[in-house]
């Protein structure tokens, strides 16, 4: 008994080689996802910073951590460039159709998954099957449903679009849709919110479900049609879900690339920041004013997330 009670030697040097061997093991475990995280962003994001502070072009990569700095002359070049703040009756510059753009695209988005998750969050015949069908927009690979946007829409007589309408005699010739200022943006933001809103509807579906059924059962008690239901109780217990859906979708749509570059190459008026940068660093080989603009874009970003926190969903959290 009074062996078992006794300390055993060493067992201080054991639980420690213990703890240092977890220690060791858990710093293995973490080290190749530390450094995947730091090669793939935190470095870059670090040296696009550094390098919109200086001039970096094709003929200095060789050497680029010796570029010559130029403080904020990057800046000061992407704001004064035409492509960035031209505003006009006809043409708008990238800053103001990417808000516009963003905004817009998130809001019909939104709008879109709404609806989309009231409708599939009543019970029907092959309802799994109809869920699976809407997801199909967002999980489908973008280049392949920007591919089949681009044949519907096709310039030519012979594309989908075109074809429908002229044997409708609705029009006399075929249009180019996607090379129509004015008309390629809303096209861009439409293809934008069909292909997101199943997002949209994943998300408000979920907490749909996770409303009490009784709020409704004594609304509809108390005379409440099905519009006082969805604006008095549907929509306040939607409220955070869409807050964070709006913010989320948001800050992608804005930093969004690749689906105005297949459709439209940002070109007829669909010019935005992300492709801009493209445009900057790549076509004019300027990459420190490339980086400029992606520095710009992110504190525009910040400086909403800020605001959108602070006031819009303290506001929300209040009520």
Same mark, same amino acid.
């Given at each position: 008994?009074?062996?078992?009670?006794?300390?055993?030697?060493?067992?201080?040097?054991?639980?420690?080689?213990?703890?240092?061997?977890?220690?060791?093991?858990?710093?293995?475990?973490?080290?190749?996802?530390?450094?995947?995280?730091?090669?793939?962003?935190?470095?870059?994001?670090?040296?696009?910073?550094?390098?919109?502070?200086?001039?970096?072009?094709?003929?200095?990569? *060789?050497?680029?951590?010796?570029?010559?700095? +130029?403080?904020?002359?990057?800046?000061?070049?992407?704001?004064?460039?035409?492509?960035? /703040?031209? @505003?006009?009756?006809?043409?708008?510059?990238?800053?103001?159709?990417?808000?516009?753009?963003?905004?817009?695209?998130?809001?019909?988005?939104?709008?879109?998954?709404?609806?989309?998750?009231?409708?599939? +969050?009543?019970?029907? /015949?092959?309802?799994?099957?109809?869920? %699976?069908?809407?997801?199909?927009?967002? @999980?489908?690979?973008?280049?392949?449903?920007?591919?089949?946007?681009?044949?519907?829409?096709?310039?030519?007589?012979? %594309? !989908?679009?075109?074809? !429908?309408?002229?044997?409708?005699?609705?029009?006399?010739?075929?249009?180019?849709?996607?090379?129509?200022? %004015?008309?390629?943006?809303?096209?861009?933001?439409?293809? &934008?919110?069909?292909?997101?809103?199943?997002?949209?509807?994943?998300?408000?579906?979920?907490?749909?479900?996770?409303?009490?059924?009784?709020?409704?059962?004594?609304?509809?008690?108390?005379?409440?049609?099905?519009? &006082?239901?969805?604006? +008095?109780?549907?929509?306040?217990?939607?409220?955070?879900?869409?807050?964070?859906?709006?913010?989320?979708?948001?800050?992608?749509?804005?930093? /969004?690339?690749?689906?105005?570059?297949?459709?439209?190459?940002?070109?007829?008026?669909? *010019?935005?920041?992300?492709?801009?940068?493209?445009?900057?660093?790549? *076509?004019?080989?300027?990459?420190?004013?490339?980086?400029?603009?992606?520095?710009?874009?992110?504190?525009?970003?910040?400086?909403?997330?800020?605001?959108?926190?602070? @006031?819009?969903?303290?506001?929300?959290?209040?009520?």
């Amino acid at each position: 008994m009074t062996n078992l009670s006794r300390p055993r030697r060493g067992s201080s040097l054991f639980s420690k080689s213990m703890q240092a061997r977890e220690a060791r093991l858990a710093w293995a475990l973490i080290l190749p996802t530390a450094l995947i995280v730091f090669g793939l962003v935190l470095f870059p994001a670090v040296f696009s910073i550094w390098i919109s502070f200086h001039k970096v072009g094709l003929y200095n990569l *060789n050497d680029v951590f010796h570029a010559p700095f +130029n403080g904020l002359d990057n800046f000061r070049a992407v704001i004064s460039d035409f492509a960035f /703040k031209w @505003v006009s009756t006809t043409q708008w510059g990238a800053a103001v159709t990417t808000i516009f753009y963003s905004f817009l695209s998130t809001i019909l988005t939104l709008l879109f998954g709404l609806i989309a998750a009231i409708l599939l +969050n009543r019970p029907f /015949k092959a309802r799994g099957l109809v869920r %699976g069908i809407f997801l199909f927009p967002y @999980v489908a690979p973008v280049i392949s449903v920007a591919f089949v946007w681009r044949w519907l829409l096709d310039p030519r007589p012979s %594309g !989908v679009l075109n074809n !429908v309408l002229m044997s409708l005699n609705l029009i006399n010739a075929p249009k180019a849709y996607l090379a129509t200022r %004015g008309l390629a943006i809303w096209l861009v933001i439409i293809f &934008q919110a069909w292909r997101y809103f199943p997002f949209a509807m994943l998300m408000i579906l979920a907490r749909l479900q996770a409303i009490d059924d009784t709020l409704y059962e004594a609304a509809s008690v108390d005379g409440a049609n099905t519009w &006082q239901q969805f604006i +008095n109780i549907t929509i306040p217990e939607l409220r955070y879900v869409l807050g964070s859906i709006f913010l989320l979708r948001l800050l992608w749509t804005f930093n /969004k690339f690749d689906d105005i570059w297949l459709l439209t190459g940002g070109g007829y008026g669909t *010019n935005v920041l992300p492709v801009l940068t493209y445009q900057f660093s790549f *076509n004019s080989y300027d990459f420190g004013k490339g980086a400029a603009t992606a520095m710009m874009m992110l504190v525009a970003l910040v400086i909403f997330i800020i605001v959108y926190v602070r @006031v819009i969903m303290r506001n929300a959290e209040e009520s």
